[in-house]
């Protein structure tokens, strides 16, 4: 079953009309003739402020319900919400960053990827019957993530399980050696500054160059955000969300803030205002800090800012 918006637009104001053409663009609505637009039943209340802004400016707009007299019928409908071409499109981006690795610089490099990933999470909200290109786009967008880490991020942590995450006491965490990836990038730096600053102030940092091969951790290090490390990736939570929920710390407002900008940045998802600017930032002190405890240090002022900058919440 499916839920037709029948439409005759008003000739003024030419905003309104481009305005409604662009948001039946954006659901991905299936297009019978001129004005008359299919979804899934499912998803008919989409239509419903489409039909009132159409009304309001004089024009006419129905929502009816439209059903299938045959199989025939049912696949000329499917086939107006078939991706497959869009897909095509998504791939030969990808595809252009896959190529495009080699030489490109890491800032570049995850920007482009992060582009890509949203680009897919765009079609697939649209895409209301997927099939085999969908899960083909998925696992492309998979392997092109493991190419980026493998070629900027070697041991990047692959997540484990979602599951409960105890809670901690820091009191026993106190004046430990704490082990992780060499040259930190976002997740890692903010990492750093969440332990020294909330969690272990005298913490000694280890940098390891392959900790699961060659330089693994030394024995009673606490590792985090690499596979094997104690904190690391967990569902969909990065390295620096599993530290601030193991201590107790995910409830403040601030952490939550700049928790936000990591996740985006580490993997994508969501944009966030502070994550250009925080990128920006980071990118430019990897450049003038060679050694890993310097970058540490200057990274931590970036997120002391970011804590207690004007604007964030209380």
Known sequence: MWSALFLTLPTQPSAVRLRIWRALKSLGCGSLRDGVYVLPDAQAALFDPLAAEVRSHGGQASVLELSTRDEVQRAEVLALFDRTEAYGQWRSEAQALAAALPAMEETEARRRWRGIAEALQALRRIDYYPGSAAEQAQAELDALRQALDARFSRGEPVAQAPHGIPRLDPRKFKGKRWATRARPWVDRLACAWLIRRFI?????????????????????????????????????????????????????????????????????????????????VLSGLREVHADDDALTLAAATVFDALHAAPGAPT
Request: charge should be negative; hydrophobic fraction near 45%; aromatic fraction near 10%.
């Open 200 to 280: 272990d102030p005298e913490a000694h940092f280890v940098w390891l160059a392959d900790p699961a091969g060659s330089t693994p951790a030394p024995r009673g290090a606490l590792g985090f955000d690499y596979d094997g490390a104690r904190f690391t990736h967990v569902g969909a939570r990065v390295s620096f969300e599993v530290l601030a929920a193991s201590f107790g710390l995910d409830a403040d407002p601030r952490l939550q803030r700049i928790a936000r900008a990591v996740h985006f940045l580490d993997i994508g998802g969501i944009p966030v205002p502070e994550a250009a600017g925080l990128e920006a």
